[in-house]
């Protein structure tokens, strides 16, 4: 079956750590997303890729960081630099251009203690 | 700068009752599209429906329309004959500029 995978449903971690979000799609899509949703407000975009090694911010980039090494593949890494890190966090991919309908992963939840 | 507004944060209906979540979004483009998604409890957003800023008809799938609304800048979304199973949260996105604009979301509760 053709999806995105992100793994794991939760996470906990210590306040200070560094911690790393996996999302992988076997959709053959070339551009991927990492949205950030708090409870009551919509999806935020923190990062995007159009393709393989190039990523761009989205409208919440700080204290985050991404790679795109491989098409299938876009984690996303919270660092300790992020003041308010708990959240539910989401992974989407589509097919390039400007207006095409992105599908999403099942979300990570994120919990900093 | 692109904006998706959707006043009703929480709506609660009995079943079989007909409901329309509402949508307006503010854009300089001239070609754009809209979308709806929905999010179960699970957490994933399912695709609903893509529109272009071209075709204002409007559109029927089962016991789901949309009302696009150019003169407004509404794409309102109604549920007939709601059923339990369509108790989400529901969110109006809007494209541009390779991204997604999404609205803050509708929560509909149906009651049994």
């Known amino acids: 079956d053709g999806g995105i995978t992100q793994s794991p449903k939760y996470l906990f971690r210590k306040e200070g750590q560094n911690v790393t979000l996996s999302c992988e799609q076997n959709?053959?899509?070339?551009?991927m997303y990492w949205y950030r949703q708090d409870p009551g407000q919509g999806l935020r975009l923190i990062y995007y890729?159009?393709?393989?090694?190039?990523?761009q911010k989205g409208d919440i980039a700080e204290g985050y960081s991404v790679s795109r090494e491989k098409k299938e593949s876009f984690p996303l890494t919270v660092t300790s630099a992020q003041k308010n890190p708990t959240a539910f966090y989401l992974c989407?991919?589509?097919?390039?251009?400007?207006?095409?309908?992105?599908?999403f992963g099942p979300g990570t939840r994120l919990t900093v203690l | 700068a692109q904006k998706v507004t959707q006043a009703q944060t929480e709506i609660s209906v009995v079943e079989k009752e007909d409901v329309t979540l509402d949508c307006v979004y503010e854009?300089?483009?001239?070609?754009?599209?809209l979308f709806w998604y929905k999010q179960p409890p699970s957490g994933e957003l399912v695709f609903l429906i893509r529109?272009?800023?071209?075709?204002?008809q409007n559109e029927i799938s089962g016991r789901y329309s949309w009302n696009f609304q150019k003169s407004t800048s509404s794409f309102n979304f109604t549920i007939t004959a709601s059923q339990v199973v369509d108790s989400a949260v529901y969110f109006c996105?809007?494209?541009?500029?390779?991204?997604?604009?999404f609205g803050k979301g509708t929560l509909l509760t149906v009651n049994p």
């Open positions: 996105a809007l494209s541009g500029n390779y991204k997604l604009t």
């Open positions: 890729s159009q393709i393989v090694n190039d990523f």
């Open positions: 989407a991919s589509s097919i390039p251009g400007r207006h095409n309908e992105q599908f």
């Open positions: 854009t300089r483009d001239t070609t754009y599209y």
């Open positions: 529109r272009n800023s071209f075709d204002e």
């Open positions: 959709l053959n899509h070339d551009a």
